[in-house]
């Protein structure tokens, strides 16, 4: 169903916004695998976490679902025990996609936990009460400022003993960290086969759409938020995820 990302490879003379487009989505399984390192092994221990923290008859959220990468972790690794999840994106995109690659899923597993796809912004979504939420490489693409309240928002939503799985990437303040971690994924990128031109278009791309943060901000925000506890469970170069409980 996936394509191979071609998307930087030609000169492009004025490079614009990084969008999540129609042909972003249509190459996006092979773009995420190629650009962030431990992706694969991300995805699947969310599943793993949910097996862990998710509570028999409750909600989950995948907020900024992509095309359903951890929902469909999440649904391999739970029993049927009455969980639901609804996963969110507000890129029609992405959201239709998911859609489709939930069904073939459906189509697939014999049984497995209900899932919806909802498009929307995930700073104007209501949310149920649930015991846990995957921000899984969304909030950094949600506006600095806007990043506390949505954090709260979930924080409040959250049922006792539940959990946020928040993965993203890493700014470092520290500028020799910053620039080894920084070149050792741009090394990542080209033993994936992207070239010297993809990957420089691509950071002109995303550089004003997409902002990482420094660890300590993300942890210091976790705990304005309400959140007891946080905690990394994995790092790979400039990638992370953490969990928070409630
Ligand atoms: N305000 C918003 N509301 C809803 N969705 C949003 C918003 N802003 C951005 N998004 C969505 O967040 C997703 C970020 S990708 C997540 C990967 C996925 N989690 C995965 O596990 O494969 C990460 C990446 O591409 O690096 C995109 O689909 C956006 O449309
Ligand atoms: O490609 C990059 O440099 C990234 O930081 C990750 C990424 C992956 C997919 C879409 C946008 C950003």
Not at 137 to 161: S, V, Y
Request: with cysteine; charged share 20%.
């Amino acid at each position: 169903m996936s394509e191979v990302d071609k998307l930087f490879a030609s000169p492009i003379s004025k490079v614009d916004d990084f969008r999540f487009d129609d042909a972003v989505a249509r190459v996006f399984p092979d773009m995420i695998k190629r650009s962030v390192p431990g992706y694969p092994t991300i995805i699947e221990s969310i599943g793993v976490i949910a097996g862990q923290y998710a509570q028999p008859g409750t909600l989950i959220y995948d907020l900024g679902c992509s095309l359903g990468a951890a929902t469909q972790s999440m649904r391999r690794h739970l029993p049927l025990n009455g969980c639901r999840i609804i996963a969110v994106d507000n890129a029609e995109a992405m959201s239709e996609r998911c859609r489709e690659y939930l069904s073939a899923q459906d189509a697939m597993l014999e049984e497995a936990i209900p899932a919806e796809v909802i498009t929307a912004d995930i700073n104007a979504l209501t949310l149920q009460p649930c015991s846990m939420v995957v921000l899984n490489f969304t909030l950094q693409f949600i506006p600095t400022h806007q990043r506390l309240a949505l954090l709260q928002r979930i924080r409040k939503a959250l049922l006792p003993g539940g959990v946020l799985v928040l993965s993203e990437k890493l700014n470092f303040t520290d500028s020799q960290t910053q620039n080894a971690l920084e070149s050792l994924h741009y090394a990542f990128k080209r033993a994936n086969g992207y070239s010297e031109l993809e990957i420089a278009q691509k950071r002109t791309a995303i550089e004003n759409v997409m902002r990482p943060d420094p660890l300590e901000v993300h942890q210091q925000r976790l705990r304005d938020a309400g959140f007891s506890h946080s905690h990394l469970w994995f790092q790979c170069l400039n990638f992370c995820s953490m969990i928070a409980h409630t």
